[in-house]
């Protein structure tokens, strides 16, 4: 079966870092994304990482280590605005074309 | 562009009724799915579509049917709503070979189940 685990709740304060991370257990692994949800909104894309390694955006960095099974979302120079749930998704092959979301974390950036 | 348009975007029902949810992109993705979010259990993948004419059951597909008949279009149908199916729904779309880009979500449909 697939499998992805992320902590429920994280709290941090405005301008610092956090990293948010992602385990994930699944066959016909094709790649991971991490979306961002603000509360009653869509989610929207932030990253896809297919390859082991650190991908940066800006303010967001994705690592993934495929053999590990493990990936983090880095937020740097945190914002208020950054308050919101970060989902991470695993897209495998497996039986299908399909992207299994993980329950999400909730991220509070306090002043 | 519209990008992918959900509609409506609240809806009310009682149990035993049956209803489709609109989905529709104009973006001409291949890939089209539906997902339902319950608090504390993320998103869950009910159905989704890798080109007109093709569909598959993702997780948790019971008590939902869905079609493909364009490109642009996929509804979801609830065949005799329940309770359980509480919930916000999402519609989600993207080119099935350029992953890097993400999925774009439309904008949900919370339904209540009475």
Not at chain 2, 13 to 23: A, I, P, R, V, Y
Request: charged share 15%; glycine share 10%.
């Amino acid at each position: 079966g697939q499998n992805i685990d992320q902590p429920t709740e994280m709290t941090a304060t405005e301008g610092a870092i956090v990293q948010i991370n992602c385990t994930y257990q699944t066959s016909g692994f094709n790649g991971l994304f991490w979306y961002q949800q603000h509360a009653g909104e869509a989610p929207t894309f932030l990253s896809y990482n297919v390859l082991d390694g650190l991908e940066e955006k800006g303010r967001f960095s994705s690592f993934l280590s495929r053999s590990k099974g493990y990936s983090y979302l880095l937020l740097k120079e945190l914002q208020m605005k950054d308050s919101a749930s970060y989902l991470c998704a695993v897209h495998f092959n497996t039986g299908g074309f399909k992207t299994i979301f993980g329950a999400g974390t909730r991220l509070f950036v306090k002043a | 562009n519209a990008g992918v348009t959900q509609t409506p975007k609240f809806q009310v029902l009682k149990t035993g009724q049956s209803m489709t949810l609109q989905c529709a992109q104009d973006m001409n993705h291949e890939y089209m799915s539906w997902y339902r979010q319950d608090p504390g259990m993320g998103l869950r993948l009910i159905h989704y579509s890798v080109g007109a004419g093709i569909t598959d059951q993702g997780e948790v597909p019971n008590g939902y049917n869905v079609s493909r008949s364009t490109t642009e279009d996929f509804p979801l149908r609830l065949l005799s709503a329940a309770p359980s199916q509480t919930s916000v729904y999402f519609c989600a779309s993207s080119y099935s070979h350029r992953l890097n880009y993400g999925y774009t979500f439309g904008s949900g449909t919370r339904l209540t189940v009475v």
